[in-house]
């Protein structure tokens, strides 16, 4: 009956905290039926889809990233922490013992005689104490350790990913500048042969000196070029270097732009996109904890019963023999006046919990619309590849027709040179086509989760 009434007044004194909050109704996701212009497929991404460009080099550089970038080894020293944490919050619900000793030799005045006495004294203690967690405070810290233990777990894989495909999008990007190089420098050597012809057709007075200015222009206008091309390759490939997690250095080259393959990635449904992507998991997990955490704060106002014992032996010089010494006890605490602050601590909590379901919504949003982009890039800028294409071709044409009837004299050398600034744009747009089509494929991988499927969500 004295357990049922102090039961009966925890509780009552528990309703203080209020009605449990729900999560707010405009956090709550509503994932598309479908993509806008895509078809799911069933197939899953693997986890080393890098290996779909068929490049042993851009291969083993994001494995180089996977291992030794500064960015995941961070995010791994969080993980550990957060393990640590969870240990902790774990370690909370088992009783805690310890052990402790002490002496003294003390020499004093018998009260009874006068005269002096000394003694030696000592005592060894084991106390025990332990919380019994009725309200489920301690159980509801370790549930919110753990789920912060998964998030962090999930952010070192959404970190991985990013590593990857920056460093697949960045060897992308610095093959695309190579073939620009490739690109000027025979350009470069097309108009140095044409300058030569032009100097040598004006030094026996075959052609007016024009067509010498022209030609010394057009070859002065593609060597200016080299060098920025030149400084940009040297700054992806020190931007490739930090990713690797290494000093400044040259980076190996393996395909050719034009060689990569071109994989064709799988999509699946918008639903299944919540479970693939490690952020939305990381946002899941941090909703886990910041709901648990609510639980602790509201438990704070119920009572905290605490049990206590201790055992241990006492022995002096002034006993005929020692003893030994035991204490049972416990207490029960129950915050009557706190001023509003445990309230306050509830009301803090819910907020931080809406904020993370908030977040979660945030993070689902932002997937959406990512693979929408990356399926619409792919797309289009597929199409403008193969438009790219066909004009590379026809002003390569062009530019032939054009000096076969400079050399004919039957037009001006400016014909030529305007078809040769033409295919020379052309060619350039088209290497930056292949880039951008390339590296909305890393994208789409990123955006569909690059094959990283949590192990469980937490719970």
Same mark, same amino acid.
């Given at each position: 009956m004295k357990r049922f009434l102090v039961l009966s007044m925890a509780c009552m004194l528990g309703a203080c905290a209020g009605p449990r909050p729900d999560v707010p109704v405009s956090a709550q996701v509503t994932p598309p039926a479908g993509w806008r212009d895509a078809a799911a497929t069933p197939a899953s991404v693997n986890i080393d889809w890098w290996r779909s460009f068929n490049d042993p080099v851009l291969t083993q550089l994001v494995e180089t990233a996977l291992a030794n970038n500064t960015d995941i080894a961070l995010a791994a020293a969080r993980v550990d922490e957060a393990r640590y944490g969870y240990q902790a919050a774990e370690g909370a619900l088992l009783p805690s013992l310890s052990v402790s000793a002490g002496g003294a030799y003390s020499r004093s005045i018998s009260s009874v005689t006068g005269r002096p006495v000394t003694q030696t004294a000592g005592e060894a203690d084991l106390p025990l104490s332990y919380e019994a967690d009725l309200s489920g405070r301690l159980r509801n810290a370790s549930k919110a350790a753990r789920a912060s233990l998964q998030a962090?777990?999930?952010?070192?894989? +959404? /970190?991985?990913?990013?590593?990857?495909?920056?460093? $697949?999008?960045?060897?992308?990007?610095?093959? +695309?500048?190579?073939?620009?190089?490739?690109?000027?420098? &025979? /350009?470069?050597? /097309?108009? &140095? *042969? #044409?300058?030569? +012809? #032009?100097?040598?057709?004006?030094?026996?007075?075959?052609?007016?000196?024009?067509?010498?200015?022209?030609? *010394?222009? &057009?070859?002065?206008? #593609?060597? *200016?070029?080299?060098?920025? =091309?030149?400084? $940009?390759?040297?700054?992806q490939e020190d931007a490739l270097s930090v990713l690797l997690g290494d000093n400044p250095r040259a980076i190996e080259r393996g395909a050719a732009l034009g060689d990569l393959t071109v994989p064709v990635v799988p999509v699946s449904l918008p639903s299944g996109l919540l479970r693939n992507r490690p952020?939305?998991?990381? #946002?899941?997990? *941090?909703? =886990?904890?910041?709901?648990?955490?609510?639980? =602790?704060?509201r438990s704070a106002f119920m009572p905290t019963i605490r049990l206590t014992a201790s055992g241990g032996y006492a022995t002096s010089d002034l006993l005929p023999h020692g003893y030994d010494v035991f204490s049972l006890g416990g207490n029960i605490v129950q915050p009557l006046f706190q001023g509003g602050r445990l309230k306050a601590q509830a009301g803090a909590a819910a907020s931080r919990r809406d904020q993370a379901a908030f977040a979660y919504k945030k993070a689902a949003l932002n997937a959406f619309r990512e693979v929408e982009d990356s399926l619409a890039a792919v797309d289009r800028i597929n199409a403008q590849q193969l438009i790219l294409t066909d004009q590379t071709v026809s002003l390569a044409e062009a530019y032939r027709l054009a000096g076969n009837r400079y050399r004919a004299g039957y037009s001006p050398y400016l014909e030529q040179i305007d078809a040769q600034r033409a295919l020379l744009g052309a060619q350039l747009n088209l290497i930056q086509a292949q880039s951008d089509h390339l590296n909305a494929i890393v994208g789409l991988y990123q955006a569909v989760g690059g094959g990283v499927v949590p192990s469980e969500h937490a719970s």
């Open positions: 962090s777990e999930y952010a070192r894989e +959404a /970190t991985r990913l990013s590593v990857a495909g920056a460093t $697949a999008s960045g060897y992308v990007t610095l093959r +695309a500048l190579d073939a620009r190089l490739a690109l000027l420098q &025979e /350009t470069l050597n /097309t108009r &140095e *042969q #044409a300058l030569a +012809a #032009a100097r040598h057709r004006a030094d026996v007075g075959y052609s007016p000196k024009l067509e010498l200015q022209q030609a *010394q222009a &057009e070859y002065s206008a #593609a060597q *200016q070029l080299i060098p920025a =091309v030149e400084l $940009a390759i040297r700054r952020d939305i998991a990381q #946002a899941e997990a *941090q909703i =886990v904890a910041a709901d648990r955490s609510l639980d =602790v704060a």
